[in-house]
């Protein structure tokens, strides 16, 4: 049900788009799964609903674990919300924070621990296969590489999903709330040198393992 309950949702915001077309298909798609479904349209009024701001436990510096901010860039504006750092002065590390509704913040959270632990999975493994006796740069570098290609994997593979029949016969997109994008557009930008150990085989993998990650159960679930 949960899933329904997130189409008809997409339908929803789908139709106060500005192209009258397609707003009516989409709200008359939203009616007639409400009424199939035994729904009603107040369970799906978003005007009492706040954008919330949320700092998650999630960070990373310029040397250990910049993958997670290409995994935040993959994920967080395919489920409606924005994503930002947040650090300490003199600190290196930044956390990951998201803006948006509650609910497309506990997803993109969810997502990003289940692939932030195959990541860990990978590189537990392959250390102890591969790489007992290099140095921690060069480990950190080698998963930073295998994350990016991860993240870049995973990239092609929400978009391929958003791109499925329904969507594309009812045009659905996903929307990040306006107030969000204002905030984050916002704030001012700062780079960082990121640790890398030049493993072209080791984005290549992450690439190819994040492409065929299997996202089906994780939505829900908490790690």
Do not use: H
């Amino acid at each position: 049900m949960s899933e329904i309950n997130e189409k008809i949702k997409k339908l929803l915001r789908l139709s106060k788009s500005d192209n009258e077309y397609e707003a009516r298909l989409a709200l008359a798609r939203a009616r007639k799964l409400m009424a199939e479904y035994k729904l009603d349209i107040k369970d799906f009024d978003d005007t009492n609903k706040k954008v919330i701001k949320k700092v998650t436990d999630m960070y990373y510096t310029g040397y250990k674990n910049s993958y997670r901010l290409y995994l935040v860039n993959a994920i967080a504006e395919r489920y409606c919300c924005a994503s930002y750092t947040c650090y300490m002065k003199g600190s290196t590390k930044r956390y990951i924070a998201l803006m948006g509704y509650e609910e497309d913040i506990d997803v993109v959270i969810n997502l990003l621990k289940y692939a932030d632990s195959c990541i860990n999975k990978w590189f537990s493994n392959k250390k102890k296969e591969e790489y007992m006796g290099c140095s921690n740069k060069y480990l950190n570098g080698l998963k930073n590489d295998y994350g990016a290609g991860f993240a870049e994997g995973l990239s092609v593979l929400l978009d391929e999903q958003m791109k499925c029949e329904e969507n594309q016969e009812w045009g659905l997109v996903m929307v990040v709330p306006e107030e969000a994008t204002r905030y984050v557009d916002s704030l001012k930008r700062s780079s960082i040198r990121v640790n890398t150990s030049g493993s072209n085989s080791a984005r290549i993998k992450g690439y190819t393992d994040g492409y065929n990650t299997k996202l089906n159960n994780q939505l829900n679930q908490s790690y």
